[in-house]
């Protein structure tokens, strides 16, 4: 499947219940080239409204984040691991995740990326390992199948609990090095050592 075929059907799932709430699929958005990959749990409802991943208060946090270590939506793939929206904002079922895992991995096969960031524990959990603990182990590194990954606190997280940033900020700068060191055009990223 290429991109094309890909973004024509998503929008048309119904793998799970959650198809029946939706306003829109978020898919995800950012170049189809992208090298680093981030990957939230699911669209809020600013997302599922607009169709498109973190454009709430989350999203403009994440934003910033990434600004600070010259990352940002013109060089990044953004997505999540569900395409729908959880009523209330739930976290995602097992069931629902594994319903919309396909479409997620088709996108990273098509992108081919040298970094995956995970945002947040759910997503950390599906692509790193089941029994991720985001308080021990966010900033860290972890190799898959030629792909570094590591996880970064949710956003949503670093607004309702502001004492997270220094760490976040920590864990950026780990991801800077690691683009500085993966990544064959480093200048591509705005990333300054």
Known sequence: MDWDALSAACPQCN????????????????????EILFVGEGPGEQEDLKGEPFVGPAGQLLDEMLSIIGLGRHNCYIANIVKC????????????????????????????????????????????????????EHGQWFEKGGIWFTALYHPSALLRDPGKRP?????????????LEVCPDPAKYDVIS
């Open 167 to 179: 760490e976040t900020f920590r864990d950026l700068k780990t991801l800077q090095a690691k683009v």
């Open 15 to 34: 793998r799970c219940e959650l198809s029946d709430t939706r306003h829109n699929v978020v898919f995800g958005v950012g170049p189809r080239d992208a």
């Open 85 to 136: 929206r959880p009523p209330h904002n739930r976290d995602p079922l097992e069931t629902e995740q594994e319903a919309c895992m396909p479409w997620l991995r088709i996108q990273a096969k098509l992108l081919r990326p040298r970094i995956i960031v995970c945002l947040g524990r759910i997503a950390a959990m599906k692509l790193i390992k089941e029994d991720f603990k985001i308080t021990r």
